[in-house]
C-alpha cells in the first residue's frame, strides 16, 4: 500500500512540475516577445520525468563528469530546458524573465556559454549524433556507467543526419544512449511528415536497430515505466516516442497550427498562466536529486592529461622521395597516438586514403569508423570534444560540403574538433570535378574562430596535425594527394600564425605566395625567372588563419608592391582573397592566379597548366608585372 501511495504522489509531485514548467515558458517567452512556448508545453511531462525522476546529475554541478547527459536536439524549446535547471535550483526562476536579451545568457537558443549546455543546438537533426559522441566517449572510452538522453522534435527526423546517427548508434550497439521524439504532430508551417502515425515512426526506428517504445507522452506514469525499460535493456539503444499536442496545457491553443515560435501576449499569457495553476496540487513529497555515483574511472583521469611536449620527429628529409601531405597527416597521428591520449579519429570509410587506418593500428580503441554518413561523423566530433576529447574528423575534402552546417555549428559552439581534408583541388587528377575540393578553404575561413593549415609536403603536413592538435579551437588541416617532394627539414620551426619566407633577395620584384601544391610550382616558376634574370620573392603561406601579416607586408613592400598568389582552389574565398584581407590597407597590387572553371579529368601537371596555376603561368605574370 505505502508503494502504491509512494508512486501515485510520485506522478502527482512529477504532474506538477510539468505544470510549472509550462508557466515559465509561457512567462519567459512572453516577456521576450518571442520564442517558442508551444514547442515548450508539449515536451513538459518529459522534462519533469527526466529531470526530476530519471537523469541522475548534481543540480549545483553541471559540469560534474558523472552526471548524465542531456542534449536539447530541438534547441527551439530552450525555455523549457532553462525552466527545468531553475526549477532544479541551479538559479533563481526570475531570471528566465531574461530570456532572448542581449545581457542575458539565456539565448534564443542553447549554447555552452550556459554550463549545462555542452554543444549548440537549434540547427535541427544534430543532436542526435552528438549524443552518440558523448555516449562513445562515456561507454568505449571511459568505461563510465552514465547515461545520455536526447530530445528530438517529430519534425526534426525527416533530417537525413538523423537516420545516419541512428544507424550508427545501433552498429555500436550503444545501450546507454535513449533518445526521445516529441510528436507533437505539426511543424513550423504544417503538419509533420507522419503526424500522430507512432506505427509508421515505429517501424522506422526498429529498421535501424533500436528497442522503440510508444508512449503517451503526457502520462507521467507511462514515461516512468519507458525509461525504465530503457535502463535495463543491454545491447541496443532505446528510443521513446511520445505522442503529444503541440501546447498542451495552453486552453485555445492546443494541436492548432500557426502558433510555433509565437510568443503570446500578456493578456492571454496571464488567462494561461491561471489554469495552469489550478493543475498544481499542493507537493506530497520534497523533491531530491538523483544525485551520481562517482565511477569517474582512472582512465578518464589519464584521458585529460595534459599532452607530452615532445613528439617523435618526422623521417622524412630534403632529397628523399616524394611523399604525399595526407600520408606526413597519418604518420603523425599515428605518433601523436601514444603522447596524447585524448586524441580520438573518426572516419568516413576513407581510411586507407587519408591514411587515418596509422591512427587505427596503433590505438584501434580510440578509432571509430562513421561510414559514408560525414553529417554524423562531424556530429560525433563534436560530441567528444564537448566531452574534453581532441577529435580528427577526416575525409576528402570536397565532402565536408556535406557537413558544413555541422562545422558552423562546432564553430558556434567553441568545439575542440579538427578537421583534416584531403584529395583538395585539381592536383588529385583523374577523378574529376565532383571529387577535387576547390571551395573547402572559403568554408573553413568562413567560420569564426576556426584555424586553417595547408601544408606544403610530408614535414609540415606532419607539423600541421601536431599544431591542431595542441591548439584549443577548431581547426581544418587541408591536405593534397599526390605525392610531393620534401622542402622542410625535420627540425624546421612551424607554428600558426606564421609563414615562411622560401626564397628573397634585395633585388627582389614581385612577391609570389602560394601553398600547398602551388609553393612546389612557385618554386619551380622562381629557378625559371632566375634563369630568365628575373628576381622573385618566395612565400609559403602554410597558415591560411590566422594569417601572417606582419611578413606579407614586409614582403610586399619590399618588392614594390607587385604581389602574386597561387592556390590550387577556386578564386573566390580561399587563398588569395586572403591576401587580399592582409594587405587591404596597403599600396599594392594583387593578382589571384586560381582554379576559375569547372575541371576536368587528367593528369595532375595537365590540370595545373590547363587551369592556370602552374610554373608556366607564374613565370608569364611576374614577367609582366615586373617590366
Keep these: 500500500m505505502q508503494a502504491i501511495e509512494a508512486k501515485e504522489h510520485k506522478v502527482q509531485f512529477l504532474e506538477g512540475m510539468a505544470a510549472r514548467l509550462r508557466i515559465d515558458s509561457v512567462r519567459a517567452t512572453t516577456e521576450a516577445g518571442s520564442g517558442h512556448p508551444t514547442s515548450c508545453a508539449s515536451a513538459a511531462e518529459i522534462m519533469a520525468v527526466l529531470f526530476f525522476s530519471v537523469m541522475r546529475y548534481d543540480p549545483a554541478n553541471p559540469k560534474n563528469p558523472d552526471n548524465d547527459l542531456f542534449v536539447l536536439s530541438k534547441g527551439h524549446a530552450a525555455p523549457i530546458l532553462y525552466a527545468s535547471w531553475a526549477e532544479a535550483g541551479l538559479f533563481p526562476a526570475k531570471h528566465l524573465l531574461t530570456l532572448r536579451r542581449l545581457d542575458s545568457d539565456l539565448e534564443g537558443h542553447p549554447t555552452p556559454e550556459l554550463p549545462f549546455v555542452n554543444v549548440a543546438t537549434g540547427s535541427l537533426g544534430q543532436g542526435l549524433s552528438v549524443a552518440i559522441g558523448m555516449v562513445l566517449n562515456a561507454k568505449k572510452l571511459e568505461r563510465q556507467e552514465q547515461r545520455i538522453y536526447v530530445l528530438l522534435g517529430d519534425g526534426e527526423t525527416a533530417e537525413g543526419s538523423v537516420w545516419e546517427a541512428a544507424q550508427v548508434a545501433s552498429a555500436y550497439q550503444l545501450d546507454n544512449l535513449c533518445a526521445t521524439v516529441d510528436i507533437n504532430?505539426?511543424?513550423?508551417?504544417?503538419?509533420?511528415?507522419?503526424?500522430?502515425?507512432?506505427?509508421?515512426?515505429?517501424?522506422?526506428?526498429?529498421?535501424?536497430?533500436?528497442?522503440?517504445?510508444?508512449?503517451?507522452?503526457?502520462?507521467?506514469?507511462?514515461?516512468?515505466?519507458?525509461?525504465?525499460?530503457?535502463?535495463?535493456?543491454?545491447?541496443?539503444?532505446?528510443?521513446?516516442?511520445?505522442?503529444?499536442?503541440?501546447?498542451?496545457?495552453?486552453?485555445?491553443?492546443?494541436?492548432?497550427?500557426?502558433?510555433?515560435?509565437?510568443?503570446?501576449?500578456?493578456?492571454?499569457?496571464?488567462?494561461?498562466?491561471?489554469?495552469?495553476?489550478?493543475?498544481?496540487?499542493?507537493?506530497?513529497?520534497?523533491?531530491?536529486?538523483?544525485?551520481?555515483?562517482?565511477?569517474?574511472?582512472?582512465?578518464?583521469?589519464?584521458?585529460?592529461?595534459?599532452?607530452?611536449?615532445?613528439?617523435?620527429?618526422?623521417?622524412?628529409?630534403?632529397?628523399?622521395?616524394?611523399?604525399?601531405?595526407?600520408?606526413?597527416?597519418?604518420?603523425?597521428?599515428?605518433?601523436?597516438?601514444?603522447?596524447?591520449?585524448?586524441?580520438?579519429?573518426?572516419?568516413?570509410?576513407?581510411?586507407?586514403?587519408?591514411?587515418?587506418?596509422?591512427?587505427?593500428?596503433?590505438?584501434?580503441?580510440?578509432?571509430?569508423?562513421?561510414?559514408?554518413?560525414?553529417?554524423?561523423?562531424?556530429?560525433?566530433?563534436?560530441?567528444?570534444?564537448?566531452?574534453?576529447?581532441?577529435?580528427?574528423?577526416?575525409?576528402?575534402?570536397?565532402?565536408?560540403?556535406?557537413?558544413?552546417?555541422?562545422?558552423?555549428?562546432?564553430?558556434?559552439?567553441?568545439?575542440?574538433?579538427?578537421?583534416?581534408?584531403?584529395?583538395?583541388?585539381?592536383?588529385?587528377?583523374?577523378?574529376?570535378?565532383?571529387?577535387?575540393?576547390?571551395?573547402?578553404?572559403?568554408?573553413?575561413?568562413?567560420?569564426?574562430?576556426?584555424?586553417?593549415?595547408?601544408?606544403?609536403?610530408?614535414?609540415?603536413?606532419?607539423?600541421?596535425?601536431?599544431?591542431?592538435?595542441?591548439?584549443?579551437?577548431?581547426?581544418?588541416?587541408?591536405?593534397?594527394?599526390p605525392a610531393t617532394l620534401i622542402l622542410y627539414s625535420p627540425s624546421e620551426h612551424f607554428a600558426i600564425g606564421e609563414c615562411k619566407v622560401l626564397r628573397q633577395s634585395p633585388e627582389d620584384k614581385v612577391l609570389i605566395i602560394a601553398a600547398g601544391v602551388t609553393v612546389h610550382e612557385a618554386l619551380r616558376a622562381y629557378e625559371e625567372l632566375q634563369r630568365q634574370n628575373h628576381q622573385a620573392r618566395v612565400i609559403d603561406l602554410f597558415s591560411v588563419r590566422p594569417i601572417d601579416q606582419a611578413v606579407l607586408v614586409e614582403a610586399a613592400k619590399a618588392v614594390g608592391g607587385r604581389v602574386i598568389t597561387v592556390e590550387d582552389h577556386y578564386g573566390h574565398g580561399g587563398l588569395g582573397d586572403a591576401i587580399l584581407d592582409a594587405l587591404a590597407q596597403e599600396r599594392v597590387e594583387v593578382h589571384k592566379l586560381a582554379v576559375n572553371k569547372i575541371p576536368h579529368s587528367g593528369k595532375p601537371a595537365e590540370l595545373l597548366d590547363r587551369y592556370g596555376i602552374s610554373a608556366a603561368h607564374i613565370v608569364q605574370l611576374a614577367k609582366s608585372l615586373a617590366r
Design 185 to 481: 504532430r505539426l511543424g513550423q508551417s504544417q503538419p509533420t511528415l507522419w503526424g500522430h502515425d507512432l506505427e509508421a515512426h515505429r517501424k522506422r526506428w526498429e529498421a535501424q536497430g533500436w528497442q522503440s517504445l510508444t508512449v503517451d507522452g503526457h502520462n507521467v506514469a507511462e514515461l516512468l515505466q519507458a525509461y525504465e525499460q530503457f535502463k535495463k535493456t543491454s545491447g541496443r539503444p532505446t528510443v521513446i516516442l511520445a505522442r503529444t499536442i503541440k501546447g498542451k496545457g495552453l486552453p485555445g491553443i492546443e494541436d492548432k497550427e500557426g502558433y510555433h515560435g509565437r510568443a503570446l501576449d500578456h493578456e492571454t499569457a496571464e488567462v494561461i498562466i491561471s489554469s495552469l495553476e489550478r493543475q498544481i496540487k499542493p507537493d506530497t513529497q520534497s523533491w531530491k536529486p538523483n544525485l551520481p555515483s562517482d565511477h569517474h574511472s582512472s582512465q578518464a583521469t589519464a584521458a585529460t592529461a595534459v599532452p607530452c611536449s615532445q613528439v617523435i620527429q618526422p623521417s622524412y628529409a630534403p632529397g628523399g622521395p616524394p611523399v604525399a601531405t595526407r600520408k606526413g597527416f597519418g604518420d603523425a597521428l599515428a605518433a601523436l597516438a601514444s603522447s596524447d591520449p585524448r586524441i580520438v579519429v573518426l572516419d568516413g570509410d576513407v581510411k586507407n586514403s587519408t591514411y587515418t587506418e596509422e591512427f587505427a593500428k596503433v590505438a584501434p580503441e580510440r578509432f571509430f569508423e562513421c561510414y559514408i554518413a560525414e553529417q554524423n561523423m562531424l556530429g560525433v566530433a563534436m560530441g567528444l570534444a564537448s566531452r574534453g576529447k581532441v577529435p580528427f574528423a577526416s575525409t576528402f575534402a570536397c565532402f565536408f560540403t556535406r557537413a558544413y552546417d555541422f562545422i558552423r555549428m562546432a564553430a558556434i559552439s567553441r568545439l575542440n574538433i579538427k578537421l583534416a581534408g584531403t584529395h583538395a583541388g585539381v592536383s588529385i587528377g583523374e577523378d574529376g570535378a565532383s571529387q577535387m575540393g576547390l571551395e573547402d578553404l572559403a568554408m573553413m575561413t568562413a567560420q569564426p574562430g576556426l584555424t586553417v593549415l595547408y601544408p606544403t609536403d610530408a614535414t609540415s603536413a606532419w607539423r600541421a596535425t601536431e599544431l591542431a592538435a595542441r591548439h584549443q579551437g577548431p581547426s581544418y588541416v587541408r591536405l593534397g594527394r
